[in-house]
């Protein structure tokens, strides 16, 4: 089974910016993946804020954005505020099976 | 409005079975492929089961750690997703989100499942 990759923790200063990476022991992450990004806050349910790479639901904030960058897909939060403070995970897809990251932890600080 | 609702947690011993059930509404049910995830205390998350709809072959794919133990179904004309889970082991104690793939991935609030003797 693949291992999907993340950065364990990341500070960021308010009002600043800052990507997350997730990368795959099989090689370079593409679209084919369909990359996922989830926010997740202590006690409750994850959320969806990016799918297939780049696109975003209607409760996501226009300062997180998708992409793939230097192989890996990424998420870049700019203009950072305290409550984007929380565990982000990455989510890739291998043909139907499904792998998470082991989330990265982010402190607004 | 896309809503998701898991139920059928509980303590349950171990080599014993539970069934979850995650109920839809807000779209079209049988249009759109399903997922269970789920989260161990104080753990990242974990994917479990996918299931396609019927108009993709309704195709099934599961986790290592479950596969050949759990069963993922959907009823249809219910809306409603399940997930059999047999021969429990602790290791299976988590809480249990559904998913659905509609125009992103909506997630259900979860059903805890707390396998112990």
């Known amino acids: 089974q693949a291992v999907v990759t993340q950065e364990p923790s990341l500070t960021v200063s308010p009002g600043g910016t800052v990507t997350l990476t997730c990368g795959s022991s099989?090689?370079?992450?593409?679209?084919?993946?369909?990359p996922y990004w989830f926010q997740q806050k202590p006690g409750q349910a994850p959320r969806t804020l990016i799918y297939?790479?780049?696109n975003k639901h209607s409760w996501t904030p226009a300062r997180f954005s998708g992409s793939l960058l230097g192989g890996k897909a990424a998420l870049t939060l700019s203009g950072a505020q305290p409550e984007d403070e929380a565990e982000y995970y990455c989510f890739l897809s291998y043909g139907g099976a499904g792998v998470f990251g082991g989330g990265t932890k982010l402190t607004v600080l | 409005e896309v809503q998701l609702v898991e139920s059928g947690g509980g303590l349950v011993q171990p080599g014993r079975s539970l069934r979850l059930s995650c109920t839809a509404s807000g779209f079209t049910f049988g249009d759109y492929a399903m997922s269970w995830f789920r989260q161990a205390p104080g753990k990242g998350l974990e994917w479990v089961s996918f299931i396609k709809s019927k108009a993709f072959g309704g195709t099934i794919e599961y986790a290592a750690s479950v596969k050949g133990r759990f069963t993922i179904s959907r009823d249809d004309s219910k809306s409603i997703a399940y997930l059999q889970m047999n021969s429990l082991k602790t290791e299976d104690t988590a809480m249990y989100y559904c998913?659905?793939?509609?125009?992103?991935?909506?997630w259900g609030h979860g059903t805890l499942v707390t396998v112990s003797s």
């Open positions: 998913g659905v793939y509609y125009r992103g991935l909506y």
């Open positions: 297939d790479t780049s």
């Open positions: 099989t090689g370079a992450v593409t679209s084919g993946h369909y």
